[in-house]
Nanobody
Framework: QVQLVESGGGLVQPGGSLRLSCAASGSIFSISVMAWYRQAPEKKRELVAT???????NYPDSVNGRFTISRDNAKNTVYLQMNSLKPEDTAVYYC???????????????WGQGTQVTVSA
């Protein structure tokens, strides 16, 4: 089995910064794409950032230039540095990872439990 555990959420004022972490553990052979999503109340889950196994990144326009995704392959961990936060960034943030375990030959998506980020004065 594979577990993803997020940390680093909290309350921050507009213009502030937060750094989220997500550590994957379990019977992991390799991880391909890792990503962050978010879901605000009564809204659909949206993609925030992706990073490939070799470090290629993608962001939607809503966070481009403010958020930075990175990963430590040795630790099976993905990070999200969030700067210049806005009230509209308030949401539950989820990490995901496409994981191949020692028992499979294909990659399957796994999700963390989510961490709350609240941007408010």
């Amino acid at each position: 089995q594979v577990q993803l555990v997020e940390s680093g959420g909290g309350l921050v004022q507009p213009g502030g910064s937060l750094r989220l972490s997500c550590a994957a553990s379990g019977s992991i052979f390799s991880i391909s794409v890792m990503a962050w999503y978010r879901q605000a109340p009564e809204k659909k889950r949206e993609l925030v950032a992706t990073i490939s196994s070799v470090g290629s990144t993608n962001y939607p326009d809503s966070v481009n230039g403010r958020f930075t995704i990175s990963r430590d392959n040795a630790k099976n961990t993905v990070y999200l540095q969030m700067n210049s936060l806005k009230p509209e960034d308030t949401a539950v943030y989820y990490c995901s990872a496409d994981v191949r375990t020692y028992r499979t030959t294909t990659y399957y998506p796994y999700w963390g439990q989510g961490t709350q980020v609240t941007v408010s004065a």
